[in-house]
């Protein structure tokens, strides 16, 4: 550095500029999710995860027409897919923890020849489900179940995963969260994916790498943390005068982004 410039940092990027996208923003000033045009409730209220799925992927340029069913039949043949998968992927379902075992299970699909992202997002959206439900399983000493490619993504979820078929309501309530999880923006696991597509990687790369972000406690990994915070405050009189000695302190407050 010579004499008399200055050197200007941006942790974590504050106020840098990384990309233009249309596919979802996130206004904390007016505690707004927008994604595909459309406020996160609004989105909830009108489609189901499948929909969702075809909103993003289409606002982040791929054609509609192509897509044709890919969210519907498509995803259900994606879990069908992953499942001859399952038999063998050995060790990826004895991992502890859930997020591990989804990004080793991830790596294990094969990107389709010639950039083929739409496909490759596809066969990685129907494999989590599946991946995630046999590795709850086998941790559970039960065998993995196979999944039914003629229901909706949440119920087969929730079938894989209870052994048996969940009830109306449960299935609406996991279809409406899958909806509002769906993209938010450039988060850090979203950076992280698009850092890896930027050097003409594999979008299967690019989601394990994302997942490997997603892990981490300053990111997806917070809720669990979130619920230890809930714990050690034990009652609602307890809140202010927890919060206000973390405060003090210096601490992370985690869950709060």
């Known amino acids: 550095m010579t004499s008399g410039t200055t050197r200007v940092a941006n942790p974590g990027l504050e106020g840098v500029v990384v990309a233009d996208t249309e596919i979802s923003e996130v206004d904390g000033e007016r505690g707004r ?108 000493g039960q065998p993995p179940i196979a999944p039914d490619p003629a229901l909706g993504h949440a119920a087969d979820y929730l079938r894989m995963t209870l052994g048996r078929a969940a009830d109306a309501d449960r299935v609406r309530a996991l279809d409406a969260y899958l909806v509002t999880v769906v993209d938010h923006a450039m988060c850090a696991s979203t950076f992280t994916a698009r850092v890896i597509a ?10 394990v790498g994302a997942v490997g972000a997603l892990k981490g406690p300053l990111h997806g990994g917070a809720p669990s943390h979130v619920s230890h915070m809930i714990d050690e405050i034990g009652t609602a009189e307890n809140a202010e005068p927890w919060l206000r000695r973390k405060l003090e302190a210096g601490e992370v407050l985690m869950g709060f982004g």
């Open 33 to 140: 999710l927008v994604i595909a045009g459309a406020d996160v409730e609004q989105l909830a209220a009108s489609t189901g995860f499948e929909g969702a799925v075809r909103a993003v992927l289409a606002a982040g340029g791929a054609d509609p027409a192509a897509l044709g069913d890919a969210a519907d039949a498509g995803l259900g043949a994606a879990r069908a897919a992953a499942w001859e998968r399952v038999a063998r992927l050995g060790d990826a379902l004895e991992h502890p923890d859930a997020m591990d075992a989804l990004r080793t299970a991830l790596g294990h699909l094969r990107p389709q020849p010639g950039g083929a992202d739409t496909a490759d997002a596809i066969a990685a959206i129907g494999a989590a489900p599946v991946f995630v439900a046999a590795w709850h399983r086998r941790r559970a």
């Open 198 to 207: 930027s050097t003409a990687s594999d979008l299967v790369s690019a989601m």
